[in-house]
Structure formats: C-alpha cells, structure tokens
C-alpha cells in the first residue's frame, strides 16, 4: 500500500504545495484511491504515472473548497480519456446534488456511471482489495475521517471448509482463491467465507480537517499508519491566529503517542508555514513542535511525497520523483504507466 501525496496545503495553494488530494494506491496493477480532490487535482495527477482509468473510487472529507473543489473537473477529464467503468464517490450528500448541477450546467456528458455513496449513513464501502470505514470529526463543517484496511491480505484457501461442504476442486476453489463468488447447484458461495488471512491486515487512518484527534481512537485500532492534518503550531494557536476547526502539530502528536500508533504523517499544511527555514515561520517549526510529543516514526507530508507501507508494517520513503517515468521505474513500484490521449 503506497501513499502519494497530490496537495498538502491548507485553504490555498502556494508554490510549493497544492490543496488537499491524496492517493492510496494498491500494491499491483493500476488500481488506486482518492482521498479528498481539491482545485488542481488533476493536474498533480499528471505529474505522476497514476491514471483516470485506475481511479476505483473518490472519498470527500468535507464540503469546503480546498478539498473538493477540483471533483468536477476531474470527473470530466476521466469522461474524455474514455473512461467507461462507473466510479464510486464516497462523500458528504451535499456533494452528489453539487455536482450532477455542476456537470449538467457545462454539458458535461459523462460516458460512465457517478455511484454517490452519502456518508452522512454509510455502514462501510468495499471491494476485493479494501474495506473503508468512516468516521465523524469535529470541524467548521461536518467532517469524516476514512479507516482503509486490506480485505485479502496474501490469502490462502480454506481447504478444510471447502472439502466438509463437498465444493469439488476444481475451477470453483480457483474462483474463489481469485476473489469471485461462484454459484453452485443454486447456492451462491462468497469468496471471503472461504479465504484465511495469513497475515495481519494493513489499516491507514486518513483524518479529515478536525480539532479533536481523539475522535479517531476507535478508528486507530490495529491501524499502522495515521495520516492527519496540522494545520497550525501551538504558538500560533494561542495566539489566536488559528483558524477554528483545525488540530495543531501538538495535539496530534499527543494522541498519536498515547495510542501507541507506530507512524505519524503530518499534512494541510497553513500557508503561512514556509518550506525554506529561516523566513518567518516554517514547516521545521512543525516537525519541531511534533517531535516533542512523539517519538514514532513522523513524516511531513510534501507535494508528490510516496510513502510505502509494506506488508510488515513498516513505513518507508521512496524516492522522490521528477516525471511520471521514475515512478514507473522505482524499483518495487506498481506499472502505473499513463496512456496518451
């Protein structure tokens, strides 16, 4: 499970760094997700290997701007690649109504199916690769952090079960090995009931903008990883200088320590916070202030960062890229490679 970071500015983009967007990428093949899409998305997307036909599905945090705000051109730009297969967005309900008006008002035809999943009710999404869970946050708007966890993780068959049932070998135990539910003599049997995990499952906490990092403990169970949003440093917060509704690098620190999750990266960024030390105030001041209250692994988030969390659960920095071709290269990396139009 690789994590690209697409935008990890706050509010507005500076030169460095673009609004919120990040993408969780599978382990194989050209299948990744969207965490939040603010204004120019897209375009980071061309900066890396990743592709409109491998998006599985879009996840919104929350209404404002700076993360959602680049959906729609998105949604058109996959619409004249050619996209085909339907794409699931999970996001607030508010979000659905937004952009159908938005895409029907610029003739904005769409050649695939827009599946709205509102989160305001969601139990959980899934598919064969991963399991999502949301949970409520505390911020200006109503906010929701996503859980991603893996539902297959490198699975081996339950042959015992398969032979006490009497499902003859064959084709159907193959079905199922790969993840296809089969039918047979009228009864549908579902891959998972048949799959033995032998492996602990990954699980990455991405929080949305949130002023109360403990509302993630639940959510943080089992998890490796927590992506959060520091906004500010303490200093700036008291005083009062800060934005309402945002966490500090403190506060998350905090939590993450007393949970005992083994990394921490650090995102959404305010603008205020330059990359260069030395010029007023600084993302160093973060880290700084971060390090601390923990004594985890801890990473800043940058514009095209890749972090990689292998199936060990550890958590490892690839190597920065220029272009799309020394992702496609990196060693380990998944062929992600983008088709020309």
Same mark, same amino acid.
């Given at each position: 499970m690789d994590l690209l970071f697409l935008g990890t500015s706050s509010g507005t983009p500076t030169r460095a760094r673009n609004v919120t967007g990040l993408a969780l990428l599978e382990d194989s093949g050209k299948g990744w997700y969207l965490i939040d899409c603010g204004e120019g998305t897209q375009h980071q997307v061309l900066r890396t290997p990743l592709t409109l036909h491998g998006l599985r599905a879009i996840f919104i945090t929350h209404v404002h701007g700076d993360h959602c705000y680049g959906?729609?051109?998105?949604?058109?730009?996959?619409?004249?690649?050619?996209?085909?297969?339907?794409?699931?967005?999970?996001?607030?309900?508010?979000?659905?109504?937004?952009?159908?008006?938005?895409?029907?008002?610029?003739?904005?035809?769409?050649?695939?199916?827009?599946?709205?999943?509102?989160?305001?009710?969601?139990?959980?999404?899934?598919?064969?690769?991963?399991?999502?869970?949301?949970?409520?946050?505390?911020?200006?708007?109503?906010?929701w952090?996503?859980?991603?966890?893996?539902?297959?993780?490198?699975?081996?068959?339950?042959?015992?079960?398969?032979?006490?049932?009497?499902?003859?070998?064959?084709?159907?135990?193959?079905?199922?090995?790969?993840?296809?539910?089969?039918? +047979?003599?009228?009864?549908? +049997?579902?891959?998972?009931?048949?799959? +033995?995990?032998?492996?602990?499952?990954?699980?990455?906490?991405?929080?949305?903008?949130?002023?109360?990092p403990g509302l993630l403990r639940e959510a943080c169970q089992g998890a490796q990883l927590l992506v959060h949003e520091a906004t500010y440093t303490q200093t700036v917060a008291e005083a009062g200088k800060a934005e309402f509704g945002h966490s500090t690098a403190a506060q998350v620190a905090a939590f993450a320590a007393e949970i005992g999750v083994p990394n921490l990266v650090l995102t959404h960024f305010s603008a205020r916070y330059q990359n260069i030390p030395g010029r007023? +105030?600084?993302?160093?001041?973060?880290?700084?202030?971060?390090?601390?209250?923990?004594?985890?692994?801890?990473?800043?988030?940058?514009?095209l960062l890749r972090l990689r969390l292998d199936k060990a659960g550890q958590l490892q920095r690839m190597d920065r890229f220029a272009n799309a071709d020394t992702l496609a290269t990196a060693p380990g990396s998944a062929s992600l490679k983008t088709p020309h139009a």
């Open positions: 959906l729609p051109g998105l949604l058109a730009s996959a619409g004249m690649a050619r996209r085909q297969q339907p794409l699931d967005i999970i996001a607030p309900a508010a979000i659905e109504s937004w952009v159908r008006t938005t895409l029907a008002m610029s003739q904005s035809g769409l050649p695939y199916e827009l599946r709205f999943h509102a989160v305001e009710t969601l139990d959980s999404w899934r598919n064969q690769q991963m399991r999502v869970e949301a949970t409520a946050l505390s911020h200006r708007v109503p906010s952090g996503y859980s991603f966890t893996e539902t297959r993780p490198d699975p081996r068959l339950d042959v015992e079960r398969l032979d006490r049932e009497g499902i003859p070998r064959g084709p159907l135990w193959g079905a199922l090995m790969h993840g296809n539910d089969v039918e +047979l003599a009228g009864r549908i +049997l579902h891959s998972e009931d048949y799959l +033995l995990p032998t492996r602990t499952s990954r699980r990455i906490v991405v929080g949305g903008d949130n002023d109360r007023g +105030l600084s993302v160093e001041d973060i880290r700084a202030e971060a390090a601390r209250h923990y004594d985890g692994q801890l990473i800043l988030a940058e514009d």
